[in-house]
């Protein structure tokens, strides 16, 4: 897809009440290859966005009341800012204020270069504010915006440590090393029983009178027996 392609999928919305200023604008929004919309009030914008201004229009006119009034996906909305009944301002405070359009980017027009006014409407939420008249380089700051908002979210993956299984061919660690029964002629034997074992063993050799046991272990988990004066009677 090129570029031109990408910009042609992106839907502004321009509202002025001067055909002039509103006609400049189309124009230059479709040489910068946006789909246009204009509308002479902020009131058909906000029926085109799905609102209504109840205060400014009279229930009785057709362009209020007419059941065949769609709405339209709007990515971008540029208005002028000094508009009877209805300011670029109060449009944008609309705007901000409904749960459905407050991520659409709005964009305030005006050829008065008053401060105060230019920063209320920034702080309130205007992502950016043009003097009149404007010209095909403002069209290019618009593309940040325009992409800042098509792109979708990406939800953030939640990373999930998997339960730790027990390998069947590794073999658990043994928390400490069995002691072992070093007698005398030479025979060793695993101690799992303590001292009753030990015992049963030497009886079992039928060690000679004087026969010297001693009971060996690992530094680390019991330190060294040696008895001496170990004797088992026959």
Same mark, same amino acid.
């Given at each position: 897809?090129?570029?031109?392609? %990408?910009?042609?999928?992106?839907?502004?919305?321009? @509202?002025? +009440? /001067?055909?002039? +200023?509103?006609? #400049?604008?189309?124009?230059?929004?479709?040489?910068?290859?946006?789909?246009?919309?204009? $509308? +002479?009030?902020?009131?058909? %914008?906000?029926?085109?966005?799905?609102?209504?201004?109840? +205060?400014? =229009?009279?229930?009785?006119?057709? !362009?209020? !009341?007419?059941?065949?009034?769609? =709405?339209?996906?709007?990515? #971008?909305?540029?208005?002028?800012?000094?508009?009877?009944?209805?300011?670029?301002?109060? #449009?944008?405070?609309?705007?901000?204020? /409904?749960?459905?359009?407050?991520?659409?980017?709005? @964009?305030?027009?005006?050829?008065?270069?008053?401060?105060?006014?230019?920063?209320?409407?920034?702080?309130?939420?205007? =992502? =950016?504010?043009?003097?009149?008249?404007?010209?095909?380089?403002?069209?290019?700051?618009?593309?940040?915006?325009?992409?800042?908002?098509?792109?979708?979210?990406?939800?953030?993956?939640?990373?999930?440590?998997?339960?730790?299984?027990?390998?069947?061919?590794?073999?658990?660690?043994?928390?400490? %090393?069995?002691?072992?029964? %070093? $007698?005398?002629?030479?025979?060793?034997?695993?101690?799992?029983?303590?001292?009753?074992?030990?015992?049963?063993?030497?009886?079992?050799?039928?060690?000679?009178?004087?026969?010297?046991?001693?009971?060996?272990?690992?530094? !680390?988990?019991?330190?060294?027996? /040696?008895?001496?004066? #170990?004797?088992?009677?026959?």
């Amino acid at each position: 897809m090129t570029v031109v392609d %990408a910009e042609s999928r992106f839907h502004v919305l321009a @509202v002025d +009440d /001067s055909i002039v +200023d509103r006609k #400049l604008i189309e124009m230059l929004l479709k040489n910068s290859s946006y789909q246009v919309t204009t $509308v +002479d009030s902020g009131s058909k %914008a906000l029926e085109l966005l799905g609102l209504r201004d109840n +205060d400014a =229009e009279d229930a009785s006119s057709p !362009s209020s !009341s007419s059941p065949d009034q769609q =709405e339209i996906d709007v990515n #971008l909305i540029i208005t002028d800012y000094c508009m009877p009944g209805m300011t670029g301002y109060d #449009l944008l405070k609309r705007v901000k204020g /409904s749960s459905s359009l407050k991520d659409i980017p709005v @964009v305030i027009m005006s050829s008065e270069n008053v401060p105060a006014r230019i920063s209320r409407c920034l702080e309130d939420g205007a =992502e =950016e504010f043009f003097l009149k008249p404007v010209k095909l380089a403002d069209m290019k700051k618009l593309k940040s915006h325009l992409l800042k908002r098509k792109q979708p979210k990406k939800p953030q993956a939640q990373a999930v440590e998997p339960e730790q299984q027990l390998d069947p061919h590794t073999q658990p660690e043994e928390s400490a %090393a069995e002691p072992v029964v %070093a $007698v005398s002629n030479g025979t060793a034997v695993g101690d799992c029983n303590g001292g009753t074992k030990r015992k049963a063993v030497a009886m079992e050799q039928q060690p000679e009178e004087g026969l010297t046991v001693t009971v060996t272990a690992p530094e !680390s988990t019991k330190p060294r027996l /040696s008895t001496s004066s #170990l004797t088992v009677e026959t």
